[in-house]
């Protein structure tokens, strides 16, 4: 292992950006500069390490050391420490570059929206960021979860942000799911685990895990439900609500929350648990793997079945992400390498392909003001570019070639067949069709439906009030488009999507040597 302080100005990037946004507070386009310099910063650390990683080094760095070894040598004492290899750097890699993009759409939106509190939102904004990568980087229990809460804490304002009844309600609910269900069930869990194994590092592979071979059989199971079940914001049920309840932010928070920051370290932190704390020996021998993948299977067709009844766009999607999360869990718990890059894989591809729904989303109320798909008839012949982005991560949703989607989910379909469970080959192609089931409606209607009849005759209450939104549209050379600072991130998150589907390699490079 090698110690690199790059890990170290990585998380200081996001930190001293949400110091200069407040200092700048005051001058908008300076503000945002500083937002997005700091992503710039940010994905420059994160990238510098990709050769390093690639070359199958692993770069470490203790920050502190918080508690020293013991004399007889059981305790190996506890520090706070950062590591990146393969795993973190699928997480870390997406979480920053779409920060960079997610800047300038969060300036579109903001501005076009006429937005209160710009300043706190872009503060609680890098913060959350500083969490997201200080998770990705975590090299133990101790430091994963100090950053899994840091995610919780910074993101309550942008739920918040609206500061209304509805607002401070679902804010209310996501804190208190989130930061309950770690403290009730992580922190004992950690104690436990340290008590248990002397140690609270992650593993150097995937296999051996750090729990040693005479614990109880019923502790070890009982340690793993509760991690499971801790990381609440994985999205698996019963504690999913908490996220619909935060569809009540604004869009750019929607997309941070469901595509970037909040959920994936969510599975990010049960997947590297699940390998690094218990690992794939100790999980086959206690044959938890196909019940772990069946118990996420559950959240897979529920979450996609309450999606169908959904007209919101924004709370269909958010019942998509409570499904689409727990195939990063499913492909784990198949506990075959071709399963476990699948499901790795899926947190780059979800990132990349629900950032650019929710993006489109905001588009569209930006520019009409409608949140309804059934209000959306014909809005794909005014918006093309905002409905063609759509499509295509909607396709890699539904998981169909060459979308990045199409990938995740083929070397599930093989994994699940090497563990020769034809249940869940079932669950992946049943809920496959769902997906289409309630994305293909949205598409169809947009690009061949009619327009409502109060958009048709072009005078609707809502005229007056989103003109300018539309004037900006017709400043862009895009007739009904919205502003060019909103147009742009979803196209290249869009064709990014694409990109990795056609060269999944891409990504694929950081996770294969991980399950051999």
Same mark, same amino acid.
Request: charged letters at 10%; proline letters at 4%.
């Given at each position: 292992?090698?110690?690199?302080?790059?890990?170290?100005?990585?998380?200081?990037?996001?930190?001293?950006?949400?110091?200069?946004?407040?200092?700048?507070?005051?001058?908008?386009?300076?503000?945002?500069?500083?937002?997005?310099?700091?992503?710039?910063?940010?994905?420059?650390?994160?990238?510098?390490?990709?050769?390093?990683?690639?070359?199958?080094?692993?770069?470490?760095?203790?920050?502190?050391?918080?508690?020293?070894?013991?004399?007889?040598?059981?305790?190996?004492?506890?520090?706070?420490?950062?590591?990146?290899?393969?795993?973190?750097?699928?997480?870390?890699?997406?979480?920053?570059?779409?920060?960079?993009?997610?800047?300038?759409?969060?300036?579109?939106?903001?501005?076009?929206?006429?937005?209160?509190?710009?300043?706190?939102?872009?503060?609680?904004?890098?913060?959350?960021?500083?969490?997201?990568?200080?998770?990705?980087?975590?090299?133990?229990?101790?430091?994963?979860?100090?950053?899994?809460?840091?995610?919780?804490?910074?993101?309550?304002?942008?739920?918040?942000?609206?500061?209304?009844?509805?607002?401070?309600?679902?804010?209310?609910?996501?804190?208190?799911?989130?930061?309950?269900?770690?403290?009730?069930?992580?922190?004992?869990?950690?104690?436990?685990?340290?008590?248990?194994?002397?140690?609270?590092?992650?593993?150097?592979?995937?296999?051996?895990?750090?729990?040693?071979?005479?614990?109880?059989?019923?502790?070890?199971?009982?340690?793993?439900?509760?991690?499971?079940?801790?990381?609440?914001?994985?999205?698996?049920?019963?504690?999913?609500?908490?996220?619909?309840?935060?569809?009540?932010?604004?869009?750019?928070?929607?997309?941070?929350?469901?595509?970037?920051?909040?959920?994936?370290?969510?599975?990010?932190?049960?997947?590297?648990?699940?390998?690094?704390?218990?690992?794939?020996?100790?999980?086959?021998?206690?044959?938890?793997?196909?019940?772990?993948?069946?118990?996420?299977? !559950?959240?897979? *067709?529920? =979450? +996609?079945?309450? $999606?169908? /009844?959904?007209?919101? @766009?924004?709370?269909?999607?958010?019942? &998509?992400?409570?499904?689409?999360?727990?195939?990063?869990?499913?492909?784990?718990?198949?506990?075959?390498?071709?399963?476990?890059?699948?499901?790795?894989?899926?947190?780059?591809?979800?990132?990349?392909?629900?950032?650019?729904?929710?993006?489109?989303?905001?588009?569209?109320?930006?520019?009409?003001?409608?949140?309804?798909?059934?209000?959306?008839?014909?809005?794909?012949?005014?918006?093309?570019?905002?409905?063609?982005?759509?499509?295509?991560?909607?396709?890699?949703?539904?998981?169909?070639?060459?979308?990045?989607?199409?990938?995740?989910? !083929?070397?599930? *379909?093989? =994994? +699940?067949?090497? $563990?020769? /469970?034809?249940?869940? @080959?079932?669950?992946?192609?049943?809920? &496959?069709?769902?997906?289409?089931?309630?994305?293909?409606?949205?598409?169809?209607?947009?690009?061949?439906?009619?327009?409502?009849?109060?958009?048709?005759?072009?005078?609707?209450?809502?005229?007056?009030?989103?003109?300018?939104?539309?004037?900006?549209?017709?400043?862009?050379?895009?007739?009904?488009?919205?502003?060019?600072?909103?147009?742009?991130?979803?196209?290249?998150?869009?064709?990014?999507?694409?990109?990795?589907?056609?060269?999944?390699?891409?990504?694929?490079?950081?996770?294969?040597?991980?399950?051999?």
């Amino acid at each position: 292992m090698e110690s690199d302080p790059r890990l170290v100005y990585a998380l200081l990037a996001p930190l001293v950006g949400a110091g200069l946004v407040m200092a700048t507070g005051k001058k908008p386009n300076l503000r945002e500069a500083m937002s997005f310099i700091a992503a710039c910063t940010l994905f420059g650390f994160v990238a510098s390490l990709i050769p390093d990683v690639l070359a199958g080094k692993t770069v470490h760095y203790t920050v502190a050391q918080l508690i020293p070894a013991d004399s007889a040598g059981f305790y190996q004492g506890l520090s706070f420490s950062l590591r990146a290899d393969g795993l973190s750097m699928v997480f870390a890699v997406a979480a920053s570059f779409l920060w960079m993009l997610a800047v300038f759409y969060a300036a579109g939106y903001m501005r076009g929206h006429h937005e209160a509190n710009q300043t706190r939102f872009n503060t609680c904004f890098a913060l959350a960021l500083f969490g997201a990568v200080g998770g990705a980087f975590a090299d133990n229990l101790l430091t994963l979860y100090f950053f899994y809460e840091v995610v919780s804490i910074s993101t309550y304002p942008l739920v918040a942000h609206h500061q209304d009844k509805e607002s401070y309600e679902g804010a209310q609910k996501y804190l208190v799911y989130l930061t309950t269900t770690a403290k009730a069930l992580i922190f004992p869990a950690m104690v436990l685990i340290y008590v248990l194994s002397g140690t609270l590092d992650f593993a150097s592979n995937v296999h051996s895990g750090i729990l040693p071979t005479g614990v109880h059989n019923g502790l070890v199971i009982t340690l793993y439900i509760a991690c499971l079940l801790g990381f609440a914001k994985n999205g698996v049920m019963p504690f999913h609500s908490w996220l619909p309840s935060a569809m009540v932010a604004p869009t750019p928070v929607s997309a941070l929350l469901h595509a970037v920051a909040v959920v994936k370290i969510g599975v990010f932190s049960t997947v590297r648990v699940m390998l690094y704390i218990f690992g794939t020996d100790t999980m086959a021998r206690l044959d938890l793997g196909l019940p772990t993948a069946c118990f996420v299977s !559950l959240t897979i *067709l529920l =979450g +996609s079945v309450i $999606a169908l /009844s959904k007209d919101n @766009l924004k709370a269909r999607l958010a019942y &998509s992400t409570v499904s689409q999360l727990s195939y990063v869990i499913l492909g784990v718990a198949l506990l075959n390498p071709i399963g476990i890059e699948g499901g790795l894989f899926h947190i780059a591809a979800h990132a990349f392909s629900k950032i650019t729904l929710f993006f489109c989303a905001g588009a569209i109320y930006v520019v009409t003001h409608k949140k309804n798909i059934s209000e959306m008839g014909g809005l794909g012949r005014q918006m093309p570019w905002t409905f063609g982005a759509f499509a295509v991560a909607a396709l890699s949703m539904i998981g169909a070639p060459p979308v990045a989607g199409f990938v995740s989910k !083929l070397y599930m *379909l093989v =994994g +699940s067949l090497e $563990a020769h /469970s034809y249940f869940i @080959l079932a669950v992946l192609i049943g809920s &496959s069709l769902l997906n289409a089931a309630y994305f293909a409606p949205v598409v169809y209607h947009a690009f061949f439906g009619q327009p409502a009849a109060a958009a048709a005759h072009g005078a609707d209450a809502h005229g007056h009030g989103h003109s300018a939104a539309h004037g900006h549209g017709h400043d862009d050379h895009h007739h009904g488009e919205a502003p060019l600072s909103m147009l742009i991130p979803l196209c290249i998150t869009a064709a990014i999507s694409v990109v990795i589907g056609i060269y999944p390699d891409l990504i694929l490079q950081f996770v294969k040597g991980i399950a051999q």
